[in-house]
């Protein structure tokens, strides 16, 4: 139920925005409703104790990983050659690498950096809705939004049942559930950003691209602050380990942008399957 409600959440956005250019909305407003798989296993993570913390935590910071690896490959299987240049990426994964910079030095060095971390995402949030400001949208078909709606609530009566399941996951393997949930429930939850190049395979590339990277400064930006005082937060050395490699990627993305190279489809699967040889 949980994985047909991610897909539910964004499948009625696309179906009823078919039409018109929406690369204003895929940037602002799409990520907020997207993330909402993310979001329902966040908050009940943190009313679960100090193992519900670690899959709240692993969930969000898991997200970015998978997209920028997995999500890319998906992307890539699609159009061939270069990511092409195009400011809101470009900002999106420059403000990614920061947010993310911010969150580990937040985290290893003082809490109260996690505040200065929440007033960069409101910067980036800020920038994006000057855009969006007075853009028309054309919808299509109105009643799709029915599916997102049914997405949403499917995922507010299931995100509690997934989040228990990967603590009992967690504990019957003997590992952390940061490390379980960094996996596991990104990779379901993340399914409409990762078929999202396919169902938008008639649009512009910008706008197949935007649902995988426009969600990145929201995992990393707007959650963890939630966890400041938190004493149960803790994260474990893999799942940061995690968080760089999707730094890296964001930075290989932005060369392969500016440069015209296409390389970001083989160092995502090489990224992938080196952090997957480590939990091994």
């Known amino acids: 139920m949980f994985v047909i409600a991610s897909f539910l959440v964004s499948y009625g956005i696309e179906r009823a925005l078919e039409e018109g250019n929406i690369s204003d909305f895929l940037y602002f407003l799409f990520p907020f409703i997207t993330t909402t798989p993310e979001l329902f296993v966040f908050a009940y993570g943190l009313t679960l104790g100090k193992s519900g913390t670690a899959v709240s935590i692993g969930t969000v910071l898991g997200e970015p990983f998978i997209v920028l690896t997995l999500g890319i490959l998906a992307y890539k299987a699609l159009k061939k050659g270069p990511i092409e240049r195009e400011p809101r990426s470009q900002r999106t994964l420059v403000f990614f690498f920061a947010l993310s910079a911010l969150f580990i030095f937040s985290y290893y060095v003082v809490r109260l950096g996690l505040l200065a971390l929440a007033v960069v995402f409101l910067i980036y949030e800020a920038s994006l809705m000057l855009e969006f400001k007075g853009t028309k949208l054309k919808v299509s078909d109105a009643s799709a939004f029915g599916y997102t709606a049914a997405g949403i609530v499917m995922l507010g009566l299931t995100g509690k049942y997934?989040?228990?399941?990967?603590?009992?996951?967690?504990?019957?393997?003997?590992?952390?559930?940061a490390l379980t949930s960094f996996i596991l429930v990104p990779a379901v939850s993340s399914l409409p950003e990762l078929i999202a190049p396919f169902v938008f395979k008639s649009r512009k590339s910008e706008e197949r691209l935007s649902p995988l990277l426009s969600e990145l400064p929201i995992s990393v930006g707007l959650y963890p602050p939630f966890l400041i005082f938190?004493?149960?937060?803790?994260?474990?050395?893999?799942?940061?380990?995690g968080l760089v490699i999707s730094m890296i990627q964001s930075l290989i993305i932005i060369c392969e942008e500016r440069r015209g190279l296409s390389f970001s489809h083989i160092s995502g699967a090489l990224l992938f399957l080196a952090f997957m040889s480590t939990l091994i």
């Open 162 to 177: 997934v989040t228990e399941t990967v603590i009992s996951i967690s504990s019957f393997l003997k590992i952390h559930p």
């Open 230 to 241: 938190s004493a149960s937060f803790s994260v474990p050395l893999k799942v940061v380990i």
